[in-house]
């Protein structure tokens, strides 16, 4: 199922002027501490390290400016003194020279493990990703809105956790500061504290709500950032690249790229003037409180209500304290934007899957094989069923055919019986027990299932084999009995390196197959499962001629005598080798029976023989 993307117009777009309440504002906080606790889990010592750091960090600024109000008082009182001894000017510039060493080298240890934790801490969350989504049922791949989730939640949240984390720390450094900063401007005039504290408060605001907006946004045209995703995959692999350059599609593809570029600029755009147009106009507010206690600091000088060395300390003090307010709600804005972009993490690592019940390894009957009986199924969201009123046996050793147009269910049918899907009603067993008692893994084993879409794996030959049974991946005496078994092995050979030869052309020296060649992989592929005693093939020769599929099949009948073969074919020269045929339209099974009895009964089956043979003539 492709995913849907809704059309520009039939979306809500963000609204520029929604305000965030205080409750939203806190709310949404409850991700930090489980972004602080993923960070402190992913590497214990570069957490601790972090915090110790920090916390120097915090304390040393407002000591360089203490000890620069020293170095201006001793200057003064060696001047009146009439030049003399200079010793504890000397002693005060190397104390703060020592001072700014200690916090360069905190700067310095702060970004060395932050860069630390970034790498792995992104490896972390990426695995994270990939660990859920290998928990996933096939109904979540096929949902165009699970899909924004999953874009949301790559493209950002595998950065968004150390962000969080880092400007915690930064809060708690500035936080630290302020302190320390505040303590000694008490000394001067407790309101000078207040005027520091709220002269940063309206910037904030503004950084708050516009943080809201950017994320409304964010969510709001994943389905857009997607199909952007998607035509770059189209413009530039090499599997798209032979019917973009043959049918011309590469220039409207491009402008449609550039159309949603553009579509999103403009909504950047927006956001942006309004972001920086309010910050600017509401900084000056911060910028106005600073002069006007830069003017009140020197008048207090003046009138000799504190010494030059104060006035020192007070105007650098009130100066980075400024700095540190504005960093701490910069780091509070940046904190709740980090934590609603966690929010597209979390919320994908908690899709609910179904718990699977079934824990059985075998059936009580194991000579009645597979059973479908009156089963039917509607995929999520569609209005017409796929399958209607199955009814169906196979017993061991024993091959059915299924035939019937594109659309008609045959796939369905085997997307139900791998248990993919379960069906809407009715119910599939296997040697007398219903598919959902059966331990997922188990069952699976059971079967040896080719799709039409089979995987093209960018990895080695024996690789490319040893994929249909994990157990066996790197088992080359297995890949060659497969291949053989599988009718490749005779191509296989002729290969640079055999086995070992690097397929597709992702990677250097990799070699590409012919449409045939890949096929016959993929069949080795199902005969790697020797415990398989249900063989699915589904349309796996569409790509050979009609007498190398006739060879492989009479070949793979010999070798699947003793289980069941279901067989998906457009051939009927393949067909009518199977024990018995079932013609599917519209989801319903409307004839049953052997390659004779169809033609005998002069229905669907006979009319689409007759119109295949035809073609032979």
């Not at 770059?232 to 949603?260: M, W």
């Not at 910069?330 to 919320?347: C, I, R």
């Not at 718990?355 to 597979?370: C, F, R, S, V, Y």
């Not at 669907?604 to 023989?609: E, G, N, T």
């Amino acid at each position: 199922m492709t995913p849907k993307v809704l059309p520009t117009s039939a979306r809500v777009a963000p609204a520029s002027g929604e305000s965030i309440t205080l409750q939203g504002f806190f709310g949404i906080f409850r991700y930090s501490r489980r972004a602080i606790e993923l960070v402190w889990s992913t590497n214990r010592r570069l957490t601790l390290a972090l915090a110790v750091l920090t916390l120097i960090a915090g304390v040393l600024p407002a000591s360089v400016a203490y000890v620069g109000s020293l170095i201006v008082d001793a200057v003064v009182t060696a001047i009146r003194a009439g030049g003399g001894d200079a010793r504890h000017v000397v002693e005060f510039v190397a104390l703060e020279g020592a001072l700014v060493a200690a916090i360069a080298a905190a700067q310095r240890g702060l970004s060395l493990c932050q860069s630390l934790l970034r790498a792995q801490l992104g490896q972390r969350v990426n695995v994270m990703i990939l660990e859920k989504a290998l928990t996933l049922n096939l109904s979540h791949f096929e949902d165009s809105e699970f899909y924004d989730k999953l874009t949301r939640a790559r493209r950002e949240a595998s950065t968004r956790p150390l962000s969080l984390v880092t400007r915690t720390f930064g809060l708690v450094q500035n936080a630290i500061s302020l302190v320390s900063y505040g303590a000694l401007l008490s000394h001067f005039s407790p309101w000078a504290v207040v005027v520091l504290l709220l002269a940063g408060l309206p910037a904030f605001i503004a950084e708050a709500k516009f943080s809201g907006d950017a994320f409304r946004l964010f969510r709001w045209r994943s389905p857009e950032t997607r199909m952007q995703i998607y035509l770059e995959t189209v413009l530039a692999r090499e599997d798209h690249a032979k019917e973009v350059k043959l049918y011309g599609l590469g220039p409207r593809l491009l402008e449609r790229y550039r159309d949603i570029f553009r579509r999103l600029y403009k909504e950047d755009r927006a956001l942006t003037i309004r972001r920086d147009a309010w910050g600017f106009g509401l900084g000056l507010v911060a910028t106005l409180a600073l002069y006007a206690a830069y003017a009140w600091i020197a008048v207090s000088t003046v009138l000799r209500a504190i010494t030059l060395g104060q006035m020192t300390m007070y105007l650098a003090l009130f100066r980075q304290g400024q700095a540190a307010v504005s960093a701490m709600l910069s780091a509070v804005g940046g904190m709740y934007e980090d934590n609603l972009y966690l929010s597209t993490l979390y919320e994908y690592l908690e899709t609910d899957v179904p718990a699977q019940a079934g824990a059985a390894l075998h059936g009580p009957h194991p000579e009645d094989g597979i059973r479908f009986e009156d089963v039917s199924f509607t995929y999520p969201e569609a209005e017409e069923p796929a399958l209607e009123h199955i009814t169906l046996h196979l017993t061991p050793g024993t091959s059915v055919a299924l035939v019937g147009e594109n659309g008609s269910g045959k796939t369905t049918l085997i997307k139900l019986l791998t248990r993919l899907y379960a069906p809407t009603s009715g119910r599939i067993l296997l040697d007398g027990r219903d598919l959902a008692e059966w331990d997922e893994q188990a069952l699976r084993e059971r079967i040896g299932v080719i799709f039409q879409d089979f995987t093209r794996y960018q990895m080695l030959v024996g690789e490319n084999v040893g994929a249909g049974d994990e157990r066996y991946f790197e088992d080359e005496p297995r890949w060659r009995e497969a291949a053989a078994k599988g009718m490749a092995s005779e191509f296989i050979d002729t290969l640079p390196a055999g086995y070992q030869t690097q397929l597709g052309k992702w990677f250097k020296d990799g070699r590409e197959l012919s449409g045939g060649q890949w096929q016959k992989i993929a069949l080795a592929r199902a005969f790697m499962r020797t415990r398989a005693d249900i063989l699915v093939l589904d349309e796996p020769t569409a790509a050979m001629d009609a007498q190398a599929e006739a060879d492989i099949f009479e070949h793979f009948r010999q070798l699947a005598k003793e289980r069941i073969t279901i067989l998906i074919s457009h051939r009927f020269s393949t067909v009518r080798m199977a024990d018995q045929i079932a013609v599917l339209d519209r989801g319903r099974i409307i004839e049953r029976g052997s390659h004779e009895e169809l033609m005998q009964l002069n229905g669907r089956y006979a009319h689409l023989f007759a119109l295949q043979a035809r073609g032979y003539r």
